[in-house]
Every structure is written in C-alpha cells, then in structure tokens.
C-alpha cells in the first residue's frame, strides 16, 4: 500500500507539471525507488538482499522504467547515433573501464547492477531527448525534469505524518532532522534545492511578463517553494544550503555590465542577506551547526581527514585500476577512525579510489562538458531563451558542486544522478536547423538540442 502511495504521489507531481507524454511518467516514477519503505531494511548492498520486500519493490520499479526507456531508444531511428557520439565517450569509457576491473569489488554483482543503473539513466536522457525534448521549449522541459524532484519532498512530508520513524531521527544535541531511512538527508535536500531553484526562477519570470500557463504557471511555483522550503529547513543539510545559495546567485546576476545599477542593487541585497544572517545569527546557529562544535563544522563533518587518508594511503595503492566500481578497497570498505567507510563523501575522489586515473578523468570531463556547453549557450541564448538557459546552466552546475560533498554523478544512485544524465542529452545535443528563424532582431543558434523557436511562430 505505501509502495502504491508513492507512485500516486509521483503521478501527482506528473500531473502538475503538464506533461502530457508516458516518457515523462516513467521519469516520474523513476525517482520514486530511492526512497526506503523499511525502517530496517537498507539497499541493495548484497545479494542476499534481493529478497527483501523493500528491495524488491525499488527493483520492480527500476526495471520497469528502464525497459520503458529502451523500447522508446529501439523505435527510433537516429538512436544509436545518439548513445554513441563524440559527447557521450566519457560515459562510454567509464562504463567500459569500470567493467573491465569489475572483478576487484567485494560483490561483483551488485556492483554490475549499480554500474547498469547508471548506465540505464544516461539512456533514459537520450529516451526523453528523443521523445520529448527536442520537440518542446526549453522552459517546458526543464519544468518536467525539475518537478519530477517534487515528489521526494512529498513523499517526505507525507510519511513524516504516516510514518515518522521512516523520515525522522534525532541527531546531535537532540536536534530533529528529516531524511533518516526513508531518503538520504543530503538528497532530501538537494531534491528540495533544485525545485527551489526552478519555482523561484519561474516566480522571477512571472514578474516580468504574464504566465502563458494559466494556473499551472501562476499557483504551482508558490506550493513548490512552501512545501520544498518547510522540508528543506527540516533536513536540515549544510551543503544543500550552500548549493542554494550559489543557484539562486547564478539565477538572480544581472545581464547587465560590470558597475550598473542593476548589479550594484544585486550587492547591495547580498551585503543586507549578509547583515541580517548576522544580525540573526543566535537563531541561525542551532541549524547550521545541528548540536555539533565549529571545529567539526571546519572539517565538513569529518570529511576532510577522511579525504587526506584516502588521498595519501589508498590511491596510492592502486591507482590505475583502482579498488573496483562502488568499493574503496578489496574488502570492501576502508577502515578510518575506527569504523569501515564504503563512500569517500566526494564523488570525485570515489571515482579515483573505485575506478583509478582513468575512471577519474572519465568522470572530470563528465561533468566539464555540459557545464562549458551550457556556459557557452548562456552567452549566446537569444532573449527569450535567456531565464532557461541560465536555470539549466544552474542545474547543472549544483550537480558538479553537489558531487563535492556527497552522492553525485558517480557511485551510489541518488537523485543528482538521475537528474545529471537525464539533462545530459538534452545539453550536448547537435545544434538544429528548424527551418524557422526567432523574431529576436540579432537572432543566434542555440548550443543545446531544444526546439528554440518562440511559441508564437510554431
């Protein structure tokens, strides 16, 4: 009943964003395996484990949407010219690499099935490429992608009430965070970030010109920021905090050059947050530093003395090959502080540890290429492009942040995951000739696989 729960939530979310294609449904329903219905039983960490109940459901899930995705890449006909182009090398040689020394993990086959689900959401970004998304507005697409996060927080909010041991727990000096069980708090919170960062882009828009979306366009941004901002306060996660803060500054810096009055308002609003923090700061600490001391906050929760050890004794280890997809060594673990760690909390340097230099460099220019492709189109997007070009190159730029401190585009499924490689397509797609020219009077090409031409002249 609760796996059924979910799903609705997830169509609900489907719903409110408009979309009109199954694609996107099966998208939808493909955030909903990273939540855990069982408050004792984990993941997929072994094979013993896929008898579970939990697991299973995720699995079912997992399958079905990616069988969805690759009968969709069999009926069409330019699909494999899509998997395997000069942008999608990096994630062909990281696939390719990481099967090749797959036999030094301690569960070789879990490992395969992890490195298969990865795989399986870069083909589901060609699949919705393909289907959808080079055939509607940027503005549109980035709308599906970004509300088919909304059903995390959701779900969050509804099993806070149902069932409260799932999603909350208490951590140091008795402080409530939601997360727990049910959703990683670092993903619950990146989850809410990038709904945030989209509700408000749409907000800033609305200012500017009237919604062509009716209700939809007007009400759905307000009950995204007021659910996503009451669940992001409770998950209470630091780094998300931050992610915040440098989308909404991609997202709100002027166009305008150096010293006008628009970027000399935007310093002045920055140095009044700066002064209010301050001036609210006995309200402000018990959140951000959740019960713990400066120094540990200084260290990002343990995460660098962990890091200076992996760099300085395991790598050095095996560098080339490394210690197998998803391990940090062949036991399985690495042992620090006393307790074995299986997640180095920094995507790019699990991706050293696991796969060695070459997997390293893979996952490098995995992130790098879209993140210059998207600067590029920024610069280039004509006016009515401008707002979703910068909030897709905001998107994808908190995914290379996000993957600094904790899950990301390598390693262990998680929400920045998904999303990265469903957008990956979508940004390193060949330029398209429509045959119609934008009413802008300088009109010029747009760098990402998008129908550019304005509404009005389709």
């Not at 609900?12 to 694609?23: D, E, P």
């Not at 959808?132 to 503005?139: A, N, S, T």
């Not at 920024?378 to 996000?402: G, K, T, Y």
């Not at 262990?412 to 990956?424: E, G, I, K, R």
Request: hydrophobic share 50%.
């Amino acid at each position: 009943m609760e796996a059924v729960t979910a799903l609705c939530l997830a169509m609900m979310c489907f719903a409110l964003s408009g979309a009109r294609s199954w694609v996107y449904a099966l998208y939808f329903a493909s955030y909903v395996p990273f939540i855990s219905l069982s408050a004792v039983e984990g993941g997929l960490t072994e094979v013993s484990g896929l008898g579970g109940s939990n697991v299973g459901f995720k699995l079912a899930i997992r399958a079905a949407c990616s069988l969805g995705f690759l009968i969709i890449i069999a009926r069409q006909k330019h699909a494999l010219s899509q998997v395997f182009r000069a942008s999608s090398l990096p994630i062909l040689v990281l696939f390719a690499w990481s099967l090749a020394w797959l036999s030094r993990s301690q569960s070789p086959w879990i490992s395969l099935f992890r490195l298969t689900e990865l795989f399986a959401f870069f083909f589901a970004g060609v699949a919705l490429y393909l289907q959808e998304g080079r055939k509607h507005r940027l503005r549109d697409v980035l709308r599906w992608h970004c509300l088919a996060l909304f059903t995390l927080p959701l779900l969050s909010l509804w099993f806070s009430w149902l069932r409260p041991e799932l999603v909350q727990h208490e951590g140091s000096g008795a402080v409530v965070r939601w997360g727990h069980k049910l959703l990683n708090a670092n993903s619950l919170g990146f989850s809410c970030t990038v709904v945030l960062l989209w509700a408000t882009n749409e907000l800033k828009a609305s200012f500017a010109r009237p919604s062509d979306e009716g209700w939809r366009g007007r009400w759905v941004p307000v009950l995204a920021v007021a659910i996503c901002g009451l669940v992001f306060l409770m998950a209470r996660s630091r780094s998300a905090a931050l992610l915040l803060l440098v989308g909404q500054t991609i997202l709100w810096w002027p166009q305008s050059p150096v010293g006008s009055r628009l970027r000399l308002r935007l310093a002045a609003g920055l140095l009044m947050g700066v002064g209010i923090c301050l001036w609210q700061w006995s309200n402000i600490e018990p959140w951000f530093l959740r019960g713990e001391s400066a120094s540990s906050l200084a260290t990002a929760t343990g995460r660098t003395h962990l890091w200076q050890e992996l760099i300085t004794r395991q790598t050095s280890e095996q560098p080339v090959a490394g210690a197998g997809y998803l391990m940090l060594s062949d036991q399985g673990g690495f042992l620090h502080e006393g307790r074995m760690w299986t997640n180095a909390h920094n995507t790019y340097l699990f991706a050293l540890v696991s796969t060695g230099w070459v997997g390293f460099l893979s996952v490098l220019c995995i992130v790098l290429w879209p993140l210059l492709a998207c600067a590029r189109a920024v610069r280039r997007a004509p006016i009515q492009d401008f707002e979703p070009q910068r909030l897709l190159f905001a998107l994808i730029a908190v995914v290379a942040l996000a993957s600094i401190t904790g899950f990301g585009v390598f390693g262990f499924p998680n929400p920045a995951m998904l999303l990265f490689y469903s957008l990956y397509a979508l940004v390193l797609a060949e330029k398209r000739s429509e045959g119609v020219h934008s009413t802008n009077a300088n009109p010029r090409p747009s760098s990402v696989g998008y129908d550019a031409t304005p509404i009005q002249a389709r």
